[in-house]
Every structure is written in structure tokens, then in C-alpha cells.
């Protein structure tokens, strides 16, 4: 088989990493979809393996290589279970990447398939890779290209979905079953999107918002794609918590969105090119860190030394940048305690956002917050580091095989009684909220942003 083009690709940058892998299995328990599906090509080793093959040429990447790898939530929790350290995470992205290249390779053009006879057509022009694309497909690549390297257009699709809330148009699409006929994943979240602040409660690109008291350091906001288009006043609430303790809190006036969907859709150039663009607005803002409220962004921003790693202007820089990044429950922590005004009755339980524990490594911090809530008890969840099988756009992409994995979640969520179920990255807690609707025992349940919960605790609104 060639191993031209994004077969060598793979096999530079993955085959090393993948013969270290020793197959023990050590993985196995861990892995979300392995336990969800049961089947060795669902698991790391198995993909492991898989991408071992693709990298020697002996399975082809689209045929044989690119289903496994697309149905990886690419929550890493396999990384913290390796007993040899084997990069799963690199060697995933790597597997997308000459994926997407082969792809690309193997779609003929719009004027070829016209000019060739239908019987003439080319093996590679029949085979499922190169039909025409899927809608699904085609929304992902425009949201990818058009949308979420926009800020501008994001706030502009924020304040439309609160003109839609507002309006009641959603409670019609819902009576007509409009929206389910299209697309039973996108009617599903629909219903549980958190009620969109209005415009003019917005925070200004380039704003500084002083520090509460004694100022202990000046940090930058990353708002995010998601959050700062139909979570902004989680947003809002977090740059109030971090003036709470002690924060002078800069909004970059020129940051963009993270990269992370692009990486793991395996655009890496497109991850690389937004990555330069943020660490330049970020240092720009003389902020002493780079503060984030979602684990998924926040993974990404944590990488991005090794996103630039190769390349020699920005390795420094992004390697300081990566350095700088942490998640807002750290800071709340280190620099608390938070100044609490109310008291919260009822049980928490917390659901880990996999790139912020298995990624970022940050596991306490959120738990303790949590518990220092008067009047709360928490309650830990069975499971709480396993996958909620959000996955960026996993959910979207891979409906049914998600919703196997929610609904074994909410399983676990049910036995603590919880009233709440805490999570940190926005993807989870549509996720949850879903959970929430689909399999909660207890009818007043909620799912939150844990921003959201300490908010509420120090009277903010």
C-alpha cells in the first residue's frame, strides 16, 4: 500500500509514540465506548493498534482507520490508567489529522464527477469516504471555518437565540415537532439550552473590571466560543467571582476561539493558526495568568506548547502561554475563601469535565469549593471521572451511541440523591442537563455550572 501523503504523516508522527504501547489492557475499564460498545476497536489499545497498521500501510486510514478513531470521545482518561505513559491524546489528533488529509485527498471535485460517465467512475470517487457530503458534515465544516474563529458572528448567534427564546418560537417548533423531524440530536438540546442573557447585559471585548478589596493579581479572561455566545452570564458571573477574591479582571479585546474542536476534527493548521492569535492577545493584556471557566477550552489553551511545539517563533511563547492558563476553580481556591452570603439546602454531586481532570490534572479545587458551600452537603458520584460522553460535538455526531453512555451516567447520578449536579465545561452541562430530562428519579433535579452555584452562595444574580 502507498505510504505517501497522510500515510507517512501518521506514521512520523504516531508510530513511535504507538509501539509503546505494551496492550495490557490497563485501559480497558476506563475507556467510556469500550465499556458502552464491548468491542476491541472501540477501545485505546484496539485504536492503538489500529493506527499502528494505517502507519505501516497495512489498512487503509479512510476504509479501516477512520470510524474507530471517530467514534473516540477523546476524554484521555486512558492516559491517567496507562501504567507506560503512552500519549494517547497526541497519537488521536495525529490519527484525525492524516485522516482529514486522506479524506480530502480522496473527494473528487464537483467537475470530475460531472465529466466522468456514471459507469466510468472512479474506485475512490465510489467508495462511502468521497460521497456527497453528509449535512451534518457540511454544518461542521462551515461552523468550523465561518463561525467560531469569529467572536463577532458567535455574540451575534447568542443574541439571536435570545431573540428566539424571547420570542416563544421555540416553544412552536417544540408543539409542531418542526425541529425533531430535522434532526432528533439538535431537538434534544434544544430543550435544555440555559436561558440566554439579553444584549445589553453583555460584558465589552477589552473591558477591566477592578478588584473587591485588595487587589492579589491581574488576570485575563478567556470567554470562550460557547459560553460568551449562550452561557454569558456564567461569564459574567465568573469575572464578578474572580473580583470577589481579590482579581483585577481584563476581557482581551482580540482573543478568538480555542482551537480545540479544530484539533480534534484533525484541522490542525486552522487549531495552530487561532492558538497564535490568542497568545498574542493574551500578552498583550499584561495579565499575571490567563483564567478559563471550561475544562474542554481550557485543555486546549494548556497544550498549546505542545500545539506549537515545532515551531520556532511561538514554542516559547506558547509554552509561557500554557503556563499561565488555569481554570477558574483554582483561583477561586487560592485565593479565597469566597465570600458566602446564602445558604444552599439540598444534596451537590459533581461530575468531572474530562479535559480538566484527566488534561489539566485539576481534581480538588472544584470539590472543595463545593463543600465549603453552608448548608450544602456533597455527595461524590460512582463514576464522576468516567466520560459524560458530551465530547465536543460527540453528542451530535454520535447520538444514540452518547446517549447509551448518559443514561448509564445518570444511573450513577441517581443513587446519591443529588439535587444538583455540578460540572465545569459547557458541552457536560448540556450533556447533564439532558441526563437531567432522560433518566432523573428525582424531578427536581438540576444540572449547573459550578460557577453558576457559587454565585448563587455569595448573592450574586
Not at 480534534?264 to 492569535?277: F, I, V
Not at 520556532?312 to 485565593?335: C, G, M, N, P
Request: glycine share 8%; net charge positive; proline share 5%.
Amino acid at each position: 500500500m502507498d505510504k505517501t501523503g497522510p500515510q507517512q504523516k501518521l506514521f512520523d508522527s504516531a508510530h513511535d509514540e504507538a509501539n509503546r504501547c505494551v496492550q495490557c489492557g490497563y485501559c480497558l475499564p476506563a475507556c467510556p465506548t469500550y465499556i458502552s460498545m464491548g468491542k476491541e476497536s472501540a477501545s485505546p489499545r484496539g485504536r492503538i493498534n489500529l493506527v499502528k497498521l494505517a502507519a505501516e500501510g497495512k489498512i487503509d486510514i479512510a476504509d479501516d482507520l477512520a470510524q474507530p478513531i471517530d467514534l473516540c470521545l477523546g476524554c484521555r482518561a486512558c492516559e491517567v490508567a496507562c501504567p507506560v505513559g503512552v500519549p494517547y491524546g497526541h497519537i488521536l489528533e495525529s490519527a484525525k489529522e492524516a485522516i482529514a488529509d486522506r479524506q480530502a485527498q480522496r473527494q473528487p471535485s464537483a467537475a470530475g464527477r460531472a465529466a466522468a460517465p456514471a459507469g466510468q467512475q472512479s474506485a475512490a470517487a465510489r467508495t462511502p469516504s468521497s460521497r456527497k457530503e453528509r449535512w451534518p458534515d457540511r454544518l461542521k465544516r462551515l461552523a468550523m471555518t465561518q463561525l467560531f474563529p469569529y467572536p463577532g458572528r458567535l455574540r451575534a448567534a447568542g443574541n439571536m437565540l435570545w431573540l428566539y427564546q424571547k420570542s416563544g418560537l421555540g416553544r412552536l417548533l417544540r408543539r409542531t415537532k418542526l425541529l425533531s423531524g430535522l434532526s432528533e440530536p439538535m431537538a434534544a438540546f434544544e430543550q435544555v439550552l440555559p436561558a440566554v442573557e439579553p444584549p445589553h447585559k453583555r460584558y465589552a471585548w477589552g473591558s477591566v473590571f477592578p478588584a473587591k478589596g485588595e487587589k492579589k493579581a491581574r488576570v485575563a479572561f478567556f470567554a470562550g466560543c460557547m459560553m460568551d455566545a449562550m452561557m454569558s452570564r456564567t461569564n459574567r458571573l465568573t469575572i464578578e467571582l474572580l473580583t470577589l477574591v481579590g482579581c483585577e479582571v481584563v476581557v482581551p479585546g482580540r482573543q478568538t476561539c480555542c482551537g480545540a474542536l479544530h484539533a480534534h476534527q484533525g484541522l490542525k493548521a486552522q487549531a495552530q493558526e487561532l492558538a497564535k492569535a490568542n497568545i498574542a492577545a493574551f500578552e498583550q493584556s499584561g495579565a499575571d495568568l490567563y483564567i478559563n471557566n471550561a475544562g474542554g477550552c481550557g485543555a486546549m489553551l494548556h497544550e498549546y506548547g505542545d500545539l506549537l511545539a515545532a515551531d520556532e517563533a511561538w514554542a516559547e511563547r506558547a509554552r509561557h502561554f500554557s503556563e499561565k492558563s488555569k481554570d477558574v476553580t483554582e483561583i477561586l481556591h487560592q485565593y479565597g475563601p469566597l465570600p458566602f452570603t446564602r445558604e444552599r439546602h439540598g444534596v451537590i454531586t459533581y461530575q468531572d469535565s474530562c479535559h480538566l481532570r484527566n488534561v489539566q490534572g485539576v481534581r480538588t479545587p472544584p470539590r472543595e469549593l463545593l463543600k465549603s458551600i453552608p448548608g450544602a452537603t456533597f455527595v461524590e458520584m460512582e463514576g464522576c471521572d468516567q466520560c459524560c460522553a458530551s465530547g465536543g460535538i460527540y453528542n451530535l455526531l454520535h447520538f444514540r451511541e452518547s446517549m447509551n453512555i448518559l443514561d448509564a451516567k445518570m444511573n450513577k447520578a441517581n443513587v446519591t440523591k443529588a439535587d444538583t449536579i455540578v460540572t465545569t465545561n459547557p458541552g457536560c452541562l448540556l450533556q447533564m442537563r439532558l441526563g437531567v430530562e432522560r433518566k432523573a428519579e428525582n424531578r427536581e433535579m438540576e444540572a449547573l455550572h459550578i460557577v453558576d452555584v457559587l454565585a448563587e452562595a455569595c448573592g450574586l444574580k
